[in-house]
């Protein structure tokens, strides 16, 4: 079976400064990886995914991660961060391979930015 | 649809009462996914459908809890004698390309009171 740790569960950052969100996730088999976004009474919504190759993805809304297998982690960064960034952002992970259907995530990192 | 629609957006129910959840997938989407999000938490998985059929329900958490998708389209997530402890937000999603390729409906706020 697949977990996933977030470690933070609340961040707080100001306006234009950077932001890492950590996630480290363990399996016995090969995973993908990706990065969903909640904004208030809204559904989830995905930021990034990782499925092979370049081990850096770049996402939407200026977000990005890398994986790295070795340290079993996909920490999301943005270099500066807006007002409306402010969400709740969730790590998950799955199985690497056709017919693995299930997502299992991480406990969730609120982040609030701070004008 | 343009999007995964899920409805009612909000339901509060009384104690052992009945319940039906009702999620439509965008159009085509062959996949479609049941997750329960308790306060605090991540999204839980449920059970998947492929087509018509329930191609895993491991996470339904007791016999209360069932589903259907009769038609292949839209689903229906049935929770019987309701407790306290079923208060959260169901989300559902739909795919065509499995875990690639969620969207997720915004969800039905559970209350059981």
């Known amino acids: 079976a697949q977990s996933v740790t977030q470690l933070d569960s609340q961040v707080p950052v100001f306006e234009e400064a950077p932001v890492e969100l950590r996630c480290n996730y363990s399996s016995s088999v090969s995973v993908y990886l990706f990065w969903y976004v909640q904004y208030p009474n809204q559904g989830l919504q995905l930021l990034l995914k990782y499925l092979s190759g370049s081990t850096l993805v770049k996402g939407i809304n200026g977000f990005e991660a890398e994986f790295n297998k070795s340290q079993t982690s996909f920490h999301l960064r943005k270099p500066s961060v807006h007002i409306s960034d402010t969400a709740e952002y969730f790590c998950?992970?799955?199985?690497?391979?056709?017919?693995?259907?299930?997502?299992?995530f991480g406990t969730g990192t609120r982040l609030t930015i701070i004008p | 649809g343009a999007g995964v629609s899920q409805t009612p957006s909000n339901k509060v129910t009384e104690k052992g009462k009945y319940v039906e959840l009702r999620c439509d997938p965008i159009s085509g989407h062959t996949a479609l996914y049941w997750y329960r999000q308790s306060l605090g938490q991540g999204p839980e998985f449920l059970i998947y459908?492929?087509?018509?059929?329930?191609?895993?329900d491991s996470g339904l958490p007791n016999d209360r809890f069932f589903a259907v998708r009769p038609e292949g389209s839209v689903s229906t997530l049935k929770i019987q004698r309701t407790e306290r402890g079923d208060s959260a937000v169901y989300l559902c999603?739909?795919?065509?390309?499995?875990?690639?390729?969620?969207?997720f409906g915004s969800g039905t706020r559970l209350t059981v009171v």
């Open positions: 459908f492929q087509g018509t059929g329930a191609a895993d």
């Open positions: 998950a992970v799955s199985k690497a391979n056709f017919g693995n259907e299930k997502l299992t």
């Open positions: 999603a739909s795919s065509l390309r499995g875990a690639q390729g969620y969207t």
